[in-house]
């Protein structure tokens, strides 16, 4: 396309994003105004996209960061043929595949769910480590942003990891349309501050005038011959640009235009131009997908080995099997055990440092390429990217995250290390599974059993060595638990997890010393819980006493008591769990202070068949 045509295309989009809202009574038709010069020259002349073959291993991504703008997006795809008007004019809808926000789970040509701003530059830099260390088939990865979103912490995280990763295939686009929500954004039009601040993190800067189409195209080229940098391109937009009602001006955000046939006559009409994309280049998936049998870790019953320990074993030993595994850390990997995997598969391990919104972040983009993720930091760091974490979810990412040093138990730290909300984060995530592993073989597993999942999976580690109840040749299924100590007069079911099974195991039998039978329930998969055993021992015993390393809202407790919320008969159920703020302390200090050691779970036991016989 020349000058003109491209001028066309960008006042198609524009009548287009108009149309969508106005049809959908709803929408951000202005944001989507203000970058659409820059949408059409990118789609026209610089995007290598075959709409066919999304997942051709050689297609450049497009990342769409401002997700609000969706409307544009949308316009897009009908400009290149991939959806038709009249699905165009079902935005918004019921059923419809063109969501206010854009996800994978709708339409094959989105990489990542977007919408919670800040968090499109994240994976798009997720994607690029992926072309960049892994695919290598040449793909650039493109991000278009919007100046808001530049308060964000999470894009100054994507932006020093992309600079210190040299991520020359990546380039970002900011449309500087100086309005926010509410009001002017902090920096309005100075496109100075922005370019110092990226540069600052060694990114080449170019600032243009985001609706002069030559200037636009020339950035672009700019940025595809700079090498050894990534790339920012910083257009100085007008929001609503094209219609003189609503351009430039406060209070228009987030609505659809007031008289959208009368703009759509201001901006010259309807068109239906098509263009075509260009092709990607031909390339190959270079990725490892060869599968063997993994040959996990094997530990002996009786020995006493931290789970941590077994779970960088496993991960070690599954990305041997496993050419698509890939592991990434929040610079703790000699205390999550990553650095085994680091060691055994030096290519595919990634070094985050202390920034944990890009490490999901990065797993996202990852897995948006096809591989397998496994991203690790301490329990408690992951409440910092539970957004990305919840959008994930939205994406229908399946990535693998393991939280290790949980709970009271893992000593003198203090609270401020001690994952103690961590179950209850990942349990309230849709299609989440949540694992909490006892002995290392088991955690072993587990680690091995994660990677056939689906969705977001969680893994939580403990940091003290705990003894292998169970042989290496024992079975875990996902959803399934071990009954550890059973029989014909158990008075009450303990039902623990993780630290709090060999604490119930020595209760159990303190308790037979004094002829008070209890059944021990091993509910390593937290989510989904095993409703069949659960109910049956409710049937069998009549109490339940939940017995864990987490505060009482949320996690194993919960889980036990959402079996019975069905309408049946629910039995008698009592919860031990962290309930006071611990400090620093022995970890067997920390468990008694908790009431969730051994001791503990007796005097609880005792109590409740002492009130039990009495009522």
Known sequence: MNTTELAELAAQLRVDSVRASAAAGSGHPTSSMSAADLMAVLLAHHLRYDFERPEHPANDRFVLSKGHASPLLYAAYKAAGAVEDGELLTFRKLGSRLEGHPTPRRLPWVETATGSLGQGLPVGVGIALAGKRLDRTGYRVWVLCGDSELAEGSVWEAAEHAGYEHLDNLIAIVDVNRLGQHGPTRHGHDLDAYARRFEAFGWHAVETDGHDIEKIDQAYREAQATSGQ???????????????SVEDREGMHGKPLPAPEEAIAELGGLRDLRVHVGEPPAAAALRDRTTEVVRLPRYDEGDRVATRDAFGAALAALGTARGDVVALDGEVGDST??????????????????AEQQLVACCVGMAARGWLPYASTFAAFFTRAHDFVRMASISG????????????????????????????????????????????????????????LDGIRYLRTSRGATPVIYGPGEEFPVGGSKTLRAGEEDRLTVVAAGVTVPEALAAADRLAEDGIRVRVIDLYSVKPADAATLRRAAEETGCLLTVEDHHPEGGLGDAVAEVFSDGRAVPRLVRLAVRTMPGSAAPDEQLNAAGIDAAGIVDAARLLLQERAVH
């Open 397 to 452: 990412a399946g990535i693998n995250l393991v939280g290790s040093h949980a709970g009271v138990a893992i000593g003198q730290d203090g609270p401020s290390q001690m994952g103690l909300e961590d179950l209850a984060m990942f349990r309230a995530l849709y299609g989440s599974t949540v694992l909490y592993p006892c002995d290392a073989n088991q955690t072993a597993h587990l680690v091995a059993a994660m990677a056939g």
């Open 337 to 354: 055990r990553t650095e085994e995997f680091a060691k055994a598969h030096p290519e595919r391990f990634f070094e985050c440092y202390i």
């Open 230 to 244: 990534p790339v920012v391109i910083l257009a100085r937009t007008l929001k609503g640009k094209g219609v003189a």
